[in-house]
């Protein structure tokens, strides 16, 4: 399971993985911040792959050791150095001299040796043409990392069937001894801390008050949510989804996460039993701010963690399924994907100006481009 965020210690869904004391939410008026620490999501290994050693001396440089024959570069013949002007396959004489693979028209350093596979011996990713350097199979230049897709949950991957409304509305109960008016309240594309801190207000209950017993309800939410969404068997995938996001984390440019309003708890929950889960390698939610606008810093922040890799703005694609996914978006110059599987009609969504508009993602080969930016 992704370990998105620093309180991802626990599999448990009966905790939200925050400690009691640790929700800081500053309000003023009508503006609240939930906010918690930032991720210290251990790195990952995301730099490419080393095609050499790096060298000082002239033995070093072309690859040999003088008298011995091998040449530790490519493991071919050796004829020993030929000078610092040339490149060092052909100082050393191997067959990696000839530079250009046939194949992706990238470099080729010459056969590594029986161990390693061909397309790592000629340097190239493969497609099933032919190296000109060594003559092992290519299949094309490889892919960097390029674009970060960051997908809401509720509505735009899933629906659990009101699920999420009934277990806060139990929990309120338990915790606050009301729910306040928890039926008329538009849910839609807010975050969980900001649900709550309205519900309490409007039944009259104090910022402090609220805050303070914060993390109980949540606590309480998560065990009730776990016990309606049974194990994901209540839960549905939207149209396609499965396949375009297990797609899309199939692409060498690609990572895929979350942006969503949900506690990170409660999306761990109601994806679960998607087999979903361990494709989404960031993630940003309603339990790190409860201003949606602030959650695409956050993603890009454990992005560069989890992959060693900068993600600016530009290079952010959200998806969501509200016009406050598409405002979150604009407000921070991503890309803005909306898709109509929710509860707003897709002319609603239009009007807010998204990059691009899907009413579902069952055409799934077009919603991986557009995902993509192929």
């Not at 849910?187 to 609220?210: H, W």
């Not at 939207?238 to 309003?261: K, S």
């Not at 939610?285 to 992005?303: K, N």
């Amino acid at each position: 399971m992704p370990p998105w965020s620093a309180s991802s210690t626990s599999s448990s869904p009966s905790s939200p993985r925050r400690s009691p004391g640790s929700w800081s939410i500053s309000c003023s008026g009508s503006s609240c911040r939930a906010r918690t620490t930032e991720s210290n999501a251990r790195p990952g290994n995301g730099g490419p792959p080393r095609s050499g050693r790096a060298c000082a001396g002239e033995e070093a440089r072309h690859g040999c050791a003088g008298a011995r024959r091998t040449c530790r570069g490519c493991g071919g013949p050796c004829r020993g150095p030929r000078g610092t002007a040339r490149a060092p396959e052909a100082r050393h004489g191997c067959a990696g001299a000839r530079r250009t693979c046939r194949g992706c028209g990238g470099p080729c350093r010459g056969p590594r040796g029986t161990a390693r596979a061909p397309e790592a011996r000629h340097g190239c990713a493969g497609a099933g043409r032919t190296c000109g350097g060594c003559g092992g199979p290519c299949r094309g230049p490889p892919r960097r990392l390029t674009r970060l897709v960051l997908f809401d949950v509720d509505g735009t991957l899933l629906t659990a069937h009101g699920a999420g409304r009934r277990a806060l509305g139990r929990a309120l109960h338990d915790v606050f001894g009301t729910a306040g008016p928890i039926e008329a309240y538009d849910f839609r594309g807010k975050t969980d801390p900001r649900i709550v801190l309205d519900l309490m207000r409007l039944a009259g209950l104090p910022d402090a008050d609220v805050v303070a017993r914060l993390a109980a309800c949540f606590d309480a939410y998560v065990r009730e949510l776990a016990i309606l969404v049974a194990g994901g068997q209540r839960v549905t995938l939207m149209p396609g989804v499965g396949d375009v996001v297990r797609g899309l984390a199939a692409r060498g440019d690609t990572v895929v996460g979350l942006l969503t309003g949900n506690i990170e708890a409660g999306a761990r929950v109601k994806l679960g039993g998607t087999g979903l889960l361990p494709l989404f390698r960031v993630g940003a939610f309603g339990s790190d701010d409860a201003d949606r606008r602030r959650l695409p810093a956050i993603a890009c922040a454990r992005a560069r963690v989890s992959v060693g890799l900068d993600f600016p703005f530009e290079r952010v694609t959200i998806v969501g399924d509200t016009p406050l996914d598409v405002d979150c978006a604009r407000a921070c110059g991503a890309r803005a994907v909306a898709v109509a599987t929710g509860q707003h009609a897709a002319e609603e969504l239009a009007a807010c100006g998204p990059d691009a508009l899907f009413a579902d993602f069952a055409d799934v080969p077009a919603a991986v481009r557009a995902l993509a930016g192929a």
